[in-house]
């Protein structure tokens, strides 16, 4: 929590490695849930998402939590405009000095491992439906506390547990009934979302109520 304060507080005084430092952290997520909403459009929309969230950093007030809240607030924010628009197209404008110091891929072949498995993750839950998928992507994968996916989503905490139980639940379900050798396996897809860990924390295999 001390590093992200001093990473916010430098990056808001426009040090580029300090927001490196944000972007490394929060960008794999988001652009997860970026991909599970826009598909290919997702690498535009998270840099998009980027660039409102640094001509806004100044005004920022929160911690690490409320950082990741606003950020994929943003991120749903530019998604609804992209869907209203109809704007498959939109041409992204990242200007700012802060964007010269994002970081370039370093291992290839890691790097390609990682994103094989996150691809047959992403895949199980692109699968889902909408609400369930985004409700998973944003209490699981993002790691956002109920109330703030309830807000993000405009519904009540309750209904965001049911979704997440039920998305898990399917999830769980799929990952049970892949054969052996299949492309999408348990041994590729849990190690990107961990959804057996997931269902057991949330109570999977138990009711669940509101």
Same mark, same amino acid.
Do not use: K, N
């Given at each position: 929590m001390d590093d992200f304060k001093a990473s916010l507080r430098a990056a808001k005084r426009g040090d580029q490695d300090a927001f490196a430092r944000l972007w490394r952290q929060f960008q794999p997520g988001l652009l997860r849930y970026l991909r599970v909403k826009?598909?290919?459009?997702?690498?535009?929309? *998270?840099?998009d998402t980027?660039?409102? !969230?640094?001509?806004a950093l100044?005004?920022?007030e929160g911690d690490e939590s409320g950082f990741r809240g606003w950020l994929f607030t943003t991120a749903r924010n530019r998604l609804t405009d992209w869907y209203r628009k109809g704007s498959r197209h939109d041409e992204v !404008?990242?200007?700012?000095?802060?964007?010269?110091?994002l970081p370039a891929t370093s291992d290839v072949e890691s790097d390609a491992e990682e994103h094989?498995?996150?691809?047959?993750?992403?895949?199980?839950?692109?699968?889902?439906?909408?609400?369930? *998928?985004?409700?998973?992507?944003?209490?699981i994968v993002a790691g956002?506390?109920?109330?703030?996916?309830?807000?993000?989503?405009?519904r009540s905490p309750g209904s965001v547990r049911v979704l997440c139980h039920r998305g898990l639940r399917c999830l769980e379900r799929s990952l049970a009934a892949e054969? !052996?050798?299949?492309?999408?396996?348990?041994?590729?897809?849990?190690?990107?979302?961990?959804?057996?860990?997931a269902g057991a924390r949330y109570g999977m295999g138990r009711r669940q109520h509101g």
């Open positions: 826009a598909g290919p459009a997702a690498e535009d929309l *998270a840099a980027w660039f409102r !969230v640094v001509r100044p005004t920022f !404008v990242c200007e700012g000095s802060l964007f010269t110091a094989s498995a996150t691809d047959a993750a992403l895949a199980l839950i692109s699968g889902l439906p909408a609400d369930q *998928a985004e409700a998973v992507m944003l209490r956002l506390d109920v109330s703030m996916v309830a807000s993000i989503m405009e054969p !052996v050798g299949a492309g999408v396996g348990a041994d590729r897809a849990v190690p990107a979302l961990p959804v057996q860990a």
